[in-house]
């Protein structure tokens, strides 16, 4: 019986095949009926509404007349499956059909449902993406089919009912809310990841960020029926504004609970996009999950849609490479002997990509801030850096650099020729008059054309965009009548040019920063390859901002920092927690040393390790790897005892965990139970501090874990398991 469960339990790892379909009604009622691996949507046209008849996450197709009876009970609610208003007024109710279809594209199964609304000359293409898995993707193609301007006022490119729950009393503890929802506590910088529940009963939670972009928190709520066991994440793919509201409401006469929800861009002024005659907009992406099971199954699902639906792939002979960067002790002193000598320290510790960071551009040394837009070498480079480059190469190494592309500094040649180019609000810069305006097509054309000479100038094998300045509630101008925020066309832009740039350089590894984990949403994430998590790099909050962030995106796209850019740094834990938290990232390392001469033999040894480690053992394991989080609610800004993670191979063979020692809080013994492993094996375990293997069956593993001691706060364990078989 024993072995029973042990088998039982690996099967349950398996991941499921891949199923998509959808079936297309015309009559007598409208509607589709989507399926998505396990997860079905049905949706049909009621009464001038486009709303969703019910969700299933376990594949089951509901009668018919028994989905009717569930749809009648919820007349009168706000059910739309999307939200639209023009120029003020809300079109739900207003819609007809067109007609519907299906298309095999690049990326899965697409269907198109066409509306047209009664009350406005508009057009609605619903445009649902089905990849097979547990994550179904949702926009709108809007279009102005009359013959003057509008303006689209509100969109949600998906909302409405997401549960309408029965028998909730006897499920649920008396007193208990029927369901939680998890949101990012904080929107600011630094915090990224911090996670918190809250219920939801007859109440409503709304977030609304405003920094300019989708913000240090995160445009995704992770919501639980506790009546159910059942899971819906959402996560809006926008690098602006935003808003999300989720409404409980409780029907105590009939003992049903209800969930609905609504996701879409945010605008602080009348009109968020304005549409000329005939002119076709089209929204952000709504990525929708629904699936049963504990936390980790949900972020896996999440993590499997962004490494194959989201992210660009990696490039054969350029994946998830071990990176250095020069700001550390050269930090606004820049010169081709110092990137040099930081040169030598990266190929002398395995590093196999170097970054030129800030400070290499503009007409004034020590002042990249005010440098911005001028891109090009600053005359303490006067052979520019195509030597620095070929250094690079010699000693076999890629070669980057960094530009921070939507930012005009104030001492630039740029801002002089062109500060008409500043994003405005009501006729005042905005951004401290740092921020360029991509909004207006020669700014933006100008922007890709100066991306692609970089990249053809120094032969780039990778390009790292950065993002330090925040437009708050953004730009805004008079178009056609309408006062128009000037953001959706300032992303637009933004992601078209870096469409095209990948289009044109295939093999150029695009990189993603705003201010550390500043925009992070999948909007942004499906042009690049990689991503800055965070500004913060210090322990313990660093290792919990990486925890945090590891609900949405898997760590192998999430870069990590060790060196001495970050003062204080060097002192936060010993060498091995230093090393480890950047490790079980994708990591960067910036100011090492001064110079190899001054390289202490101890710490470069322990470095050279720990890199040659990474690189035959953690990476490998690492890349597509099912994360489970054994501490996944930690309080980023408060003291709390342990972060412990786990990465386990897809096939159950090959797993690590990570346990860090985050404050002197808590007993100093964690009992670690592996959860990814195929406990009919037995695993060589490789303890990091001790240096020692011993064999254990998985069966031992599954009943006693293993206990590890860390006494010591700011300290942590390395544990490497590797199937015997």
Known sequence: MRMLLCLLLAAAALPAQPYRDARIQAAPAPGVRFTSGLMVCDEALRKGHWVNRYWDSTGVIKRDSLAEDEMNALEGLPADAFELAIEGQDLAGSWRWIGAGRSTTREGLLVSVQLASQARPVTVKVQTLLNGGAVMVRWLEITNTGKQATAITRVSPWSGVLWDTPQVQERIRSGEAPFEVATTEFQEPLQEGSWRFDSIDENARTITSIHGKSGWGHPTFFARNRATGEWFVASLGWSANWSMTLRGQRDHRRDRARLLFSLGPYAADPALRVMAAGETVRTPETHLLAMRGDLDRAIQALHAHVRNDVILPPIPGREYQVESNHRGYIIDHEDEPGLKREIDLAADVGAEEFLVDAGWFGPSPNRWGANVGDWYAGEWLPNDLNPVREYARKKGLLFGLWVELESIGAASKLMKQHPDWVMKRDGRPVGGGRHLDFSKPEVAAWAEAEIARLIRKYDLDMFRLDYNTSAGAGGNRVQDGFVENTLWRHVEAL???????????????????????????????????????????????????????????????????????????????????????????????????????????????????????????????????????????????????????????????????????????????????PRGLDFSRTYRVTLGNRGQKVEISGERLLQLGIPVRLESNLTSELLVFEAKD
């Open 495 to 673: 992601y078209g040019m870096f469409d095209r740039i990948h289009q044109r350089f295939p093999k150029v590894i695009l990189q993603n920063c705003a201010s550390g984990g500043g925009r992070l949403d999948l909007g942004i994430l499906r042009r690049f390859h990689n991503t800055e998590l965070s500004d913060w790099l210090r322990a313990p909050r660093g290792l919990k901002i990486l925890n945090g962030m590891t609900w949405v995106l898997p760590p192998e796209i999430l870069l990590r920092t060790f060196g001495t850019e970050t003062g204080g740094l060097e002192a936060d834990g010993d060498l091995d927690l230093q090393l480890r938290h950047a490790l079980m990232a994708r990591p960067i390392f910036r100011g090492i040393s001064p110079t190899l001469e001054e390289f202490n033999p101890l710490e470069r040894a322990r470095i050279r390790e720990a890199v040659a480690e990474f690189k035959s053992v953690l990476r490998p394991i690492m890349v597509g790897s099912r994360v489970y989080h054994h501490t996944p609610l930690m309080p980023v800004m408060e003291a709390s005892p342990w972060v412990v993670m786990e990465y386990a191979a897809p096939d159950s063979r090959r797993a690590t965990a990570w346990l860090y020692r985050t404050s002197q809080s808590g007993e100093p013994v964690f009992v670690f139970r």
